[in-house]
C-alpha cells in the first residue's frame, strides 16, 4: 500500500510516498485492539510538522507513516467496540494515518453523518475533542466571553463553532484579513485584530471587565497579554504553543487577581480519571449528530503534494485545518 514515510527527522521535505506492507497488529496505544481503517482523508494538525523534526513530546523514532488524524472506512474491529466494518468514521492515531489503510483507537474516534464528507470528517475528531474539552475544563458557563487566540488555526475554528453550543460569546485574536474572514466564518461573535489595540477592543466588548476565559494555542511572547486580558477570576486554557515558545509567568499575577490556569491533554486524564474520553467523545459525538459541527476545512491537498501540506502548517500560511486526501 502506498503511505508518507519520514525517513529521518530533517522536517517535512523528509516525508516521502512509498509503497509500504499492510498494518499488522494493533495500534500501540490501542492495548491489543485491532482496529483497521480505510483511509480516505487525513487531517493534519501543529503536531504533524513537529514530529517530522522529532520535536513533539509524544512522538515517535524515525522512519515513521505520518499523519495524526484519519477519516475512512471501518474494515476491522473488535467484536466488543462501538465501532463495526463498514462503519464511516473519524478519529486521531497520532502516526500512521497518511497511508491507504491504518490502525486506530476505538476510545479516539466518532462516527460521521452519512452527509459529511471524508475530507470533512478529517478535521472532526482531533480539534473539536480538543475545542471541546477546553470549554468542557473551563467550566463555560452561558453569557460568558471567551478569547481564542490562533483563531483561525484547526482548534481555534472548533472553539468558535462550538461558541453557540456552550451559550458563550466569543473573540477571535486573529492576524490578516484572511484570518479575520476565516474566523467569522467560523461564527466567531468578535473580531479582533493583533495589529491593533486589541486589548483596549476586547475591554470595550467586554464592558472593560475583561473575559471570564481564554484559550490559547499560541503561547509565545504575548501570552501574558492574553493572561491580561482576563477579568478578576477568570480562567485560562493552555491548548498548544504555536507561537513557537512555552511561555512562563509569575504566579504572583494569578493570586492577585484570582485567577486560574489550565492545560488539557485527554489521554493524560484518562489515565488518572477513567471516562475521560468516553465523555469527551459523546459530548462531540452529540453535537456532530444533531448537526451542530461544521469543520473549516481551509485547504486540501493530494497525497503526492503532503509535504506541501505539512510545510503550510510549518511556516503558519495554513487557513483552516488542512487535509491530505488519499483516496
Sequence with gaps: MRAMVVENFGGPTATVLQDVPEPAGAHPRACGRRVLVEVHAVGLSFIDPLQTRG????????????????????????????????????????????????????????????????????????????????????????GEHVLVTGAAGGVGTCVLDLGPAFGVSTIALVSSDAKAATARAARATHVVRTDEDWQGEIRRLTDHRGVEVFVDMVGGETFLDTVRALRVGGRGVVVGFAGGSIPEIRVNRLLLRNLTLTGITMDVMETEYPGTLTRVRTGVQRLLDAGEITPSIGSTYPLERAVDALRSLEDRTAVGKVVVQVR
Excluded: H, K
Design 55 to 142: 520535536l513533539y513530546q509524544a512522538g515517535v523514532a524515525a522512519p515513521y507513516i505520518c499523519g495524526s488524524e484519519l477519516a475512512g472506512l471501518v474494515l476491522e474491529a473488535p467484536a466488543d467496540s462501538w465501532v463495526n466494518p463498514g462503519d464511516r468514521v473519524a478519529g486521531i492515531v497520532w502516526q500512521g494515518a497518511m497511508a491507504e489503510r491504518a490502525l486506530a483507537i476505538d476510545d479516539f474516534m466518532v462516527r460521521l453523518p452519512d452527509s459529511m464528507s471524508y475530507a470533512t470528517g478529517a478535521g472532526v475528531y482531533m480539534n473539536y475533542a480538543t475545542a471541546w474539552y477546553a470549554l468542557d475544563r473551563a467550566g463555560c458557563r452561558p
